[in-house]
Antibody, heavy 122, light 110 residues
């Protein structure tokens, strides 16, 4: 069964750091772009970051660049999101996603984890 | 900055047809925007509905369909059912490795 399981969420003070992890199973992890999507309480979905299969390309939403870093360990089939200088507005459920490819060109988020909750508060 | 737009809310009667749209504040949506659609009910992770404009994800009923209508991507539900009451999100490729979700449409079936 294809599965993405997030962990690492919790309560952190403003200015603090947190590292999220996503354990992937049931598919060949190294063949897929992976990413993170977040959802603040009562708000919509926000694309956060993507990382290429070999880790050689990373893309971020502009507002987060410099504070968040996406990484992956293909040997351990895991995805990570290092979050620094956290702010109250980073409070959200963070979803791990697998990017699938259709017809050799069209990308979409084909597999979602259940999410991990990050709360930034003093 | 160009933003992805969706209707904040929509209402449809059971058995009725509704079309939700996904546009851009500047420019047109095309297949090269890689439009895809996701359904989310409260407290749950999103579920993939439609990708590559009009391809249904595995297990998605055929009452859901996707298209390009004018300069927007569209999600049409034909014969809406009570359990279609959800939030619907589109996401578009903006170029340079950047993706953007629309604000979502809250669909009420009543």
């Amino acid at each position: 069964e294809v599965q993405l399981v997030e962990s690492g969420g919790g309560l952190v003070q403003p200015g603090g750091s947190l590292r999220l992890s996503c354990a992937a199973s049931g598919f060949t992890f190294s063949r897929f772009w992976m990413g993170w999507v977040r959802q603040a309480p009562g708000k919509g979905l926000e694309w956060v970051a993507n990382i290429r299969q070999d880790g050689g390309e990373e893309n971020y939403v502009g507002s987060l660049k410099g504070r968040f870093t996406i990484s992956r360990d293909n040997a351990k089939t895991s995805l990570h999101l290092q979050m620094n200088s956290l702010r109250a507005e980073d409070t959200a459920v963070y979803y791990c996603v697998r990017w699938d490819l259709d017809a050799g060109y069209y990308y979409y988020m084909g597999v979602w984890g259940k999410g991990t909750t990050v709360t930034v508060s003093s | 900055q160009t933003v992805v737009t969706q209707e904040p809310s929509f209402s449809v009667s059971p058995g009725g047809t509704v079309t939700l749209t996904c546009g851009l504040t500047s420019g047109s949506v095309s297949t090269t925007s890689h439009p895809s659609w996701y359904q989310q009910t409260p407290g749950q992770a999103p579920r993939t509905l439609i990708y590559n404009t009009n391809t249904r994800s595995s297990g998605v009923p055929d009452r859901f369909s996707g298209s390009i209508v004018g300069n927007k991507a569209a999600l049409t539900i034909t014969g809406a059912q009570a359990d279609d009451e959800s939030d619907y999100y589109c996401v578009l490729y903006m170029g340079s490795g950047i993706w953007m979700f629309g604000g979502g449409t809250k669909l009420t079936v009543l």
